[in-house]
């Protein structure tokens, strides 16, 4: 009996992989194109309905799914008793979480996105501009194109078209280095209810109120947070969008490819690195763990793969960098990558022995952290392996020779040198 739980267990935790929460029957329908291009990224998925009281995430302690979608922005409650804290645990635990926002948010996404340095708007505030706002708006201005992508390539992809979007703002937590800015308003939008007298300050006001929200735990779990659910819709996949200040005809909305690449990269299909075949030597030689001698030169190599689109690729940065250090850095140089992600570089080792580590330590938006310690030993020259005549002190060893010289000249000369002495008369 206990071996038939363990294996029923089992089953479940490998058998799904993504839980997709919708808010009602009518989320299929209107995003069905989102939840298509999502199929194709992973063939595992599960729907629940958010009030589902079968609704579970874990099961025996253990996560039931590698990611979270939650396309919910309005729910109240979710069912059988999940509530914001066990998705903030399944983010602890490594899972990741992409979830939608709209103007009528309720209070479990905007509990969500608070723990994760993400401040969501007031119900019932929209983002407003009257300056980029699309030719279809019907008058609110809060029908917006949008442009101002992250420049993190790996989660926007490149050169992305603009988006349309009719949502909640956001605003990032200053005192939180981990949220990314991956979509955000333009200097002339603001966040406030449609129709209404401006009163206060608002939640947030030109670039630094977001659209489109991301966090990378350090644990590199990921989170995305749109802070429009329409956008994510088909009417908006299929739409042309043309700011209302902008010349030129209008063109087919980025909606599509620019949800696809951030999901991409929210379910870590792109975006991830890893590092294997850590070597280093002496020029020359093959990989030892044998010391090294001051002034050694040494060769470090070192496997970096990216993951993209759901496979493993050469990386091919080329900012990464090598440290030997010693409390402090004493050598830090760039690595140079082949085609098969293989990064060399080579240097000499410093004039002062002890304790070093080769280190690479790689940590880019959009990135997951790449840490790799490899710690040796710099020993001193032996007295055997000393240079008998050095050229620097060719001076020197002329004056010390020049002095025995001498002295041989001034003994030679005082030993063997006799004054004559003159003979004189004796006088009567």
């Not at 595992?44 to 979270?68: M, P, Q």
């Not at 699309?134 to 201005?141: E, I, K, T, Y």
């Not at 200040?245 to 890893?274: E, K, M, P, Y």
Request: proline share 3%.
């Amino acid at each position: 009996m206990e071996k038939a739980v363990i294996f029923s267990l089992i089953l479940a935790v490998a058998s799904c992989r993504t839980l997709v929460i919708l808010e009602n029957v009518l989320t299929k329908e209107s995003h069905s194109s989102f939840l298509a291009d999502l199929a194709t990224k992973d063939s595992d998925i599960v729907y629940k309905y958010a009030t589902d009281s079968s609704l579970t995430i874990k099961k025996y302690g253990e996560s039931l799914y590698n990611n979270i979608v939650i396309l919910a922005p309005s729910v109240a409650a979710f069912g059988n008793g999940v509530t914001a804290n066990d998705f903030l645990t399944f983010l602890d635990d490594g899972g990741n979480i992409v979830m939608s926002a709209s103007s009528d948010v309720g209070d479990p996404i905007k509990e969500i996105a608070a723990e994760v340095g993400v401040e969501i708007d007031e119900e019932g505030t929209s983002v407003i501009d009257h300056m980029n706002y699309d030719v279809s708006d019907a008058g609110d201005h809060d029908l917006i194109v949008a442009d101002s992508f992250t420049s993190a390539s790996v989660i926007v992809g490149e050169s992305p078209k603009p988006v349309l979007f009719q949502g909640v703002g956001m605003a990032a937590d200053l005192d939180n280095p981990l949220v990314i800015d991956i979509l955000r308003a333009s200097s002339t939008a603001y966040s406030h209810a449609a129709n209404q007298d401006i009163l206060e300050y608002p939640l947030a006001i030109g670039s630094s109120l977001l659209l489109v929200a991301g966090m990378q735990a350090r644990n590199n779990a990921r989170i995305v947070i749109f802070g429009s659910h329409s956008m994510l819709s088909d009417k908006f996949y299929n739409a042309d969008v043309k700011a209302q200040s902008a010349d030129g005809g209008s063109q087919a909305a980025g909606n599509r490819d620019f949800t696809s690449n951030v999901i991409d990269w929210a379910l870590r299909r792109n975006g991830d690195l890893r590092f294997s075949n850590v070597k280093h030597n002496k020029v020359g030689e093959a990989p030892s763990d044998a010391a090294y001698r001051i002034t050694d030169e040494v060769e470090y190599s070192i496997v970096i793969e990216e993951m993209r689109n759901g496979n493993w690729e050469a990386f091919q940065g080329s900012d990464v960098q090598l440290e030997f250090v010693r409390i402090d850095p004493f050598v830090r140089a760039f690595l140079k990558p082949d085609s098969a992600g293989v990064f060399k570089v080579g240097f000499k080792v410093p004039d002062v022995y002890g304790v070093y580590q080769f280190k690479v330590d790689y940590d880019r938006i959009g990135f997951t952290h790449l840490y790799s310690s490899t710690q040796v030993s710099v020993r001193p020259f032996h007295h055997t392996e000393y240079e008998r005549f050095i050229p620097s002190a060719y001076p020197y060893y002329a004056s010390a020779f020049s002095m025995l010289g001498g002295l041989f000249i001034f003994s030679f000369v005082f030993l063997y040198h006799k004054d004559t002495v003159p003979e004189t008369k004796k006088t009567e």
